[in-house]
């Protein structure tokens, strides 16, 4: 795989960023990509490591080094091939996906780790401006019908799989806009929107349909989806908020992070600003001239401090309750694991003009004669006995007319899994077997059922609920292809 001295020879390479100054201007991805024949080089590091760790670390088990080794060699086609038997979506992993295959990178043990993600990347991309990634609907139908609630990741990849093995599916978005977090969530300088758009236009063009606007539970009876289909994928993702109960929460100027974050990348989508993702009536949400205050310091935490610079705030701070992680691996985080929020890191959005503090706990909304948020009263913490323990007389006020709460999320919205009478779990999760529900022919995938993850895990979701799916609409072994089969064994991309 790749050029066995390789990573000796070159440096690891990544692309570049447009700089701070002209990025704030907009909301257009900032990315510079390497040439054609940087990214090959970047392929030529893979190692012949012998025990590719890489391919174990991705949630979907992607064939890294072959991929890596085809680069190199120029065989772009061939790379595409290999990419997307694992892999649906590469558009989406290779701009978002945290790349926990390059944590467990072998070269990365002692040197700079393979730049996978930015090679998957560019395999995808290069195969859409070939025209490689033409529409290829499947030969056969089998006449059975599949209706996947969300579209969102899971949902997507649940729906592309299903469709390529002969199902015909539909897929039910209560939003008017396909993607989920990918379209409402993610902002468009991080992930443009048309890439959302080329994707869900491609698997139309296979024969996916998608029904937007339909909220099942409220619009669309759930009795009448199980009337009309042979299998039904829940895939709404985990959608309810973490809040933070504490005086002065309730009232204007504290909103959770994605209900800012959808309402921003929706306007800049070209919809009206009072008006949400799915009509309905708003709170304009803006951070324009203000001291914004981020609760929460993970990747939505982040995008909100992207956003609210944007959107022209006058200072944006961003606190996390947990202390500062280690900037390098410990014995906590030893290799080939992924570290994640365990070891420090900085975002392009937190190097555009972000001040950020570890150890915060939030005691009380702070509030002016009118009402308006005007501070919060904030406490600095000690963790050397394992737990949050208040520092007597560090007691402080921290300035803010926006406070934005980004603090994770706890459960599904229970709508859909109300409508359809199946068990939860402890935490409101759709409670499954597998990944088959209590209900008879429902299944789920994604956040729904598992709570708050990744981006690539919720594709990884999507495809393996697929497989289940497929077995159950042909009563025998589903010819999907699944994380835990071989190269050999993948019968469809």
């Not at 899971?154 to 806009?177: I, P, Y």
């Not at 909220?215 to 309810?240: C, M, R, W, Y």
């Amino acid at each position: 795989m790749g050029k066995e001295t390789g990573f000796k020879e070159f440096d690891r390479k990544v692309p570049g960023y447009d700089s701070v100054e002209n990025r704030i201007k907009h909301y257009h991805e900032f990315l510079i990509p390497l040439k054609q024949e940087e990214v090959e080089i970047q392929g030529a590091r893979c190692m012949n490591c012998g025990v590719p760790f890489c391919h174990n670390s991705c949630p979907l088990g992607n064939i890294i080094p072959d991929f890596n080794d085809q680069v190199y060699r120029g065989k772009w086609q061939a790379a595409l091939k290999t990419l997307l038997s694992t892999n649906n979506f590469p558009e989406f992993t290779g701009k978002i996906c945290p790349a926990p295959c390059e944590s467990g990178c072998v070269a990365g043990i002692n040197t700079p780790a393979i730049t996978i993600k930015n090679i998957e990347l560019s395999t995808i991309e290069k195969g859409f401006a070939e025209g490689w990634m033409a529409p290829k609907a499947p030969a056969v139908r089998t006449g059975k019908s599949v209706a996947v609630i969300g579209a969102g990741p899971s949902g997507l990849a649940a729906a592309d799989q299903l469709n390529k093995a002969g199902h015909s599916v539909t897929v039910f978005e209560r939003s008017k806009l396909n993607g989920g977090l990918l379209r409402q969530g993610i902002p468009d300088f991080k992930l443009d929107k048309r890439i959302v758009q080329r994707r869900i236009d491609l698997m139309a063009a296979e024969g996916v349909t998608f029904r937007n606007g339909a909220h099942v539970g409220v619009n669309v009876p759930a009795q009448e989806i199980l009337d009309q289909f042979d299998a039904v994928v829940l895939a709404g993702g985990s959608t309810k908020p973490r809040d933070l109960p504490i005086p002065g929460r309730e009232g204007a100027g504290v909103h959770p992070a994605m209900d800012f974050l959808s309402q921003n990348s929706w306007r800049v989508q070209g919809g009206a600003g009072n008006f949400d993702h799915r009509g309905n009536e708003i709170e304009l949400i803006s951070a324009k001239g203000k001291n914004v205050l981020v609760i929460g310091g993970g990747d939505t935490g982040s995008d909100c401090v992207g956003t609210s610079i944007r959107q022209g705030a006058k200072s944006v701070l961003q606190i996390e309750l947990l202390p500062k992680p280690s900037a390098a691996r410990t014995e906590k985080t030893p290799w080939p694991t992924h570290p994640g929020p365990a070891m420090l890191s900085t975002s392009t959005s937190q190097a555009e003009g972000c001040t950020r503090e570890w150890s915060i706990g939030s005691k009380e909304i702070l509030r002016d004669a009118s009402g308006k948020v005007c501070g919060v009263k904030a406490v600095k913490l000690d963790w050397s006995n394992g737990k949050p323990e208040e520092i007597a007389g560090s007691e402080y006020v921290i300035e803010a007319e926006l406070v934005l709460l980004a603090m994770g999320f706890l459960s599904p919205e229970p709508t859909v899994l109300e409508a359809f009478g199946v068990e939860k779990d402890e935490r409101g999760n759709c409670k499954s077997s597998g990944f088959k529900t209590s209900k008879d022919k429902v299944f789920t995938a994604g956040d729904m059922r598992r709570g708050q993850s990744l981006v690539v895990i919720a594709i990884s979701e999507g495809r393996e609920c697929a497989r289940e799916v497929d077995a159950f609409l042909t009563s025998g072994p589903s010819l999907l292809a699944s994380r835990s089969k071989s190269k050999s064994d993948v019968v469809l991309a």
